[in-house]
Nanobody
């Protein structure tokens, strides 16, 4: 049974940093890529980043390159999203998801992902 559990969200001031964790079980990073998404109220779910060990690639949305960093720890089955210089518009529920690694799956498309976590709330406010 595949499970993904996000943690690390919370309230942070503008300009601050957070590190989100995605603890996964029931799958291997050699077979699945892990993506991070977010969804703000009234908006569509958007792709932030993806780590694909099988392809030896990481991907970022253009608007988030430079502030967000994805990483993985295979010893603890955890994928991290480190976020810096946070802005109020970064406020959203953040999700991690797993997709079977294969060619041209379109990492930023939520519909291609096979498994999802329940999300963790990030609020950026003074």
């Amino acid at each position: 049974q595949v499970q993904l559990v996000e943690s690390g969200g919370g309230l942070v001031q503008p300009g601050g940093s957070l590190r989100l964790s995605c603890a996964f079980s029931g799958l291997r990073l050699d077979d699945y890529a892990i993506g991070w998404f977010r969804q703000a109220p009234g908006k569509e779910r958007e792709g932030i980043s993806n780590i694909d060990r099988r392809a030896d690639m990481t991907y970022y949305a253009d608007s988030m390159q430079g502030r967000f960093t994805i990483s993985a720890d295979i010893t603890t089955n955890t994928v991290y999203l480190t976020m810096a210089r946070l802005k109020p518009e970064d406020t959203a529920v953040y999700y991690c998801a797993a997709v079977s690694s294969r060619a041209d799956y379109g990492w930023s498309r939520p519909g291609v992902y096979d498994y999802w976590g329940r999300g963790t709330q990030v609020t950026v406010s003074s």
